[in-house]
C-alpha cells in the first residue's frame, strides 16, 4: 500500500537555491520516505519565493506526486512564504496534520510553537509544509507518516474502506 505513493520534495531556501550552503532537508526527507518504501520521483530547491513554490508543487503534482513534501519557509522570518504559497492553490487544508506536529514537537523544543507547518490538497496530491531543519522535518513527517498513505488515496479520488 504505502510502497504505490511516490514523491515530490522540495527545499524552500534563498541560500540553498544560490548555492551558498548544501541542502541537507532535501537529503534527509529522501532517506526517510525510502525507509518508508516511499518513492521519491522529483527534487527542487527554490528560493523563498511565493509563486515560484506554487509552479513547483503544481509542477510535481501534475506529474504525479501523490505526496509533496516542502522543507523550509515555515517559520516567522520576512521570507518564510510557503504557508501562504500552499494555501493560495489548494483545494483545503487538513489542520489535524499541522497541530499534531506542532504539539508533539513541543516535547523536544518549545520552539514548536512558532512553526506554521500544515498540510493540504492541491490538485490530486497531499502536500506537507515541513520545518526547514533537517531533524524537525523528518521528526514531523514521523508524527504525521501514518496518516499519509490513506489521506494520499482520498486526495487522487481512489475509493477506500476505513
Not at 541537507?24 to 511565493?50: M, N, T
Not at 504557508?83 to 508533539?104: C, D, H, K, N
Amino acid at each position: 500500500m504505502s510502497s504505490a505513493i511516490t514523491v515530490g520534495i522540495i527545499t524552500v531556501s534563498d541560500r540553498a537555491s544560490a548555492g551558498e550552503y548544501e541542502d541537507h532537508g532535501g537529503p534527509a526527507l529522501r532517506d526517510a520516505c525510502g525507509v518508508r518504501g516511499w518513492a521519491v520521483d522529483a527534487e527542487a530547491i527554490i528560493p523563498d519565493d511565493l509563486e515560484q513554490i506554487q509552479r513547483t508543487v503544481r509542477a510535481f503534482s501534475s506529474q504525479g506526486c501523490g505526496l509533496i513534501l516542502t522543507t523550509g519557509g515555515t517559520g516567522i522570518a520576512d521570507r518564510d512564504v510557503t504557508p501562504e504559497a500552499v494555501r493560495g492553490i489548494m483545494r483545503l487544508e487538513i489542520p489535524g496534520f499541522g497541530e499534531s506536529m506542532r504539539m508533539q514537537s513541543l516535547a523536544i523544543t518549545p520552539n514548536a510553537i512558532l512553526s506554521r507547518s500544515l498540510a493540504a490538497i492541491v490538485d490530486t496530491s497531499l502536500v506537507i509544509a515541513l520545518p526547514g531543519k533537517p531533524s524537525g522535518a523528518v521528526e514531523c513527517l514521523g508524527f504525521v507518516a501514518d496518516a499519509i498513505p490513506h489521506t494520499v488515496k482520498l486526495a487522487k479520488g481512489v475509493p477506500t474502506s476505513c
